[in-house]
């Protein structure tokens, strides 16, 4: 079965540090998600990415936030300058051309922990 | 700006009994659909319900989508202890594909 695969599964980095996380949607895919989940709470979306650009963002996704697909199978999340409360399991998403179903398919996700 | 209430946010229950959970939009959705998440997984999608007033069956799970398309449940029939997890809805306003999330409802069963 195809799936979402994320990199790293755990990153620990200092704040004031940049990070960069990685995904590697489903291969015939074409819109990517972000989304962040704080421990214990609910799934928050940070953006949405079509046609080689973003579709959607969220309040969340400040200028600290970049998101990129360097070449045809990876799709990363840059943070510039992380800080505490960018603490959180961060997941990537995708979801095929649009009609009838629109199921999301999420990967592991990556737990981003700053110190 | 448009927010999802599910309530409750805890449920535990002894294994066999019933367990619903509620979703409320502030605005009206074009679908909602229905994901689980395993303690330390990642959610995984249960169902998509589109039309008013909607039904589907998913085993011991049912899902309905409300007549005004704002609201919805998800009622688990006879527990087990592998529905331990916590379910979230979400929903899609119009054309817009974000998905809007409610908080989850964590469902504790007891053996």
């Known amino acids: 079965e195809p799936e979402v695969t994320q990199t790293p599964s755990h990153q620990v980095t200092q704040m004031g540090q940049e990070v960069i996380l990685r995904c590697v949607p489903i291969?015939?895919?074409?819109?990517f998600y972000w989304y962040r989940q704080i421990l214990g709470q609910k799934v928050e979306f940070l953006v949405s990415?079509?046609?080689?650009?973003?579709?959607?963002k969220s309040e969340i996704f400040d200028d600290q936030f970049s998101v990129e697909r360097p070449d045809g199978s990876n799709f990363t999340l840059k943070i510039r300058s992380t800080k505490l409360e960018d603490s959180a399991m961060y997941f990537c998403?995708?979801?095929?051309?649009?009609?009838?179903?629109?199921?999301?398919?999420f990967g592991q996700g990556t737990r981003l922990t700053v110190v | 700006g448009q927010q999802v209430m599910q309530i409750p946010q805890y449920q535990h229950v002894q294994e066999g009994e019933d367990f619903t959970t509620y979703c409320n939009s502030s605005?009206?959705?074009?679908?909602i659909q229905w994901y689980k998440q395993r303690p330390g997984g990642h959610p995984v999608f249960l169902i998509q319900?589109?039309?008013s007033g909607e039904v589907k069956k998913q085993k011991r799970l049912t899902f309905q989508f409300g007549e005004a398309k704002k609201n919805s449940s998800l009622h688990i029939t006879a527990t087990q202890t592998t529905d331990v997890g916590t379910y979230f809805c979400a929903g899609r306003a119009g054309n817009n594909r974000k998905l809007i999330w409610g908080l989850g409802t964590s469902l504790a069963v007891n053996p």
């Open positions: 291969s015939n895919h074409l819109y």
């Open positions: 990415f079509y046609n080689n650009e973003i579709s959607e």
């Open positions: 998403a995708s979801t095929g051309s649009g009609g009838g179903i629109t199921e999301a398919f």
């Open positions: 605005t009206t959705l074009s679908n």
């Open positions: 319900l589109v039309k």
